[in-house]
């Protein structure tokens, strides 16, 4: 009997030991139900282990981050994510990982009123990605390249317009 409880302790540990793996198969990954912070684990496993002690709100220079039904969230509706991870530097849980790849499950919706596809030349939005998701053509609305995106709102930040949302994508 000591010996199984032996080998139990011995795997567990172990396994705490190891960092958190970023799901390999995205038909594994459990949908999200909000926008989270960046570096977010799967989300079954997120809503697992954040328990809403609000430490990565507070250590939030943008304010982006909330905390609804005792869960952290993003509200990129007034400012963006600087990708900063002083959420993750504070998340006590490991809710937030470094080793989780970015993926704030926003995306840029563009407006008819951008002053670009009104034949007025600006590609704000393009400079203001750092991840160079977006490409502007003349007279043409933006263009976004999914796979380059990770929802940090940066873009809809430097859109002196205000023609650019942020849609939730599960």
Do not use: W
Not at 80 to 103: Q, R, W, Y
């Amino acid at each position: 009997m000591s010996e199984l409880i032996n080998k139990n302790r011995r795997g567990f540990l172990s396994r705490l030991s190891k960092p958190i793996q970023n799901i390999s198969d995205e038909s594994e990954a459990t949908l999200r139900d909000a926008p989270r912070p960046p570096h977010a684990v799967d989300e079954a496993l997120f809503c697992r282990l954040c328990d809403g002690c609000e430490k990565c709100r507070d250590a939030c220079p943008n304010s982006v981050i909330e905390i609804e039904s005792e869960l952290a969230r993003l509200n990129l509706d007034y400012n963006e994510c600087s990708l900063c991870e002083e959420c993750v530097k504070a998340c006590p849980t490991g809710a937030l990982h470094t080793s989780i790849d970015v993926n704030i499950s926003l995306r840029p919706i563009f407006s008819k009123g951008c002053d670009n596809y009104l034949q007025l030349e600006c590609n704000q939005c393009e400079s203001g990605c750092p991840f160079s998701a977006i490409t502007v053509e003349d007279g043409e609305l933006p263009v976004l390249n999914s796979e380059l995106c990770v929802g940090c709102g940066q873009c809809r930040s430097s859109c002196y317009v205000g023609a650019i949302s942020m849609q939730f994508i599960a």
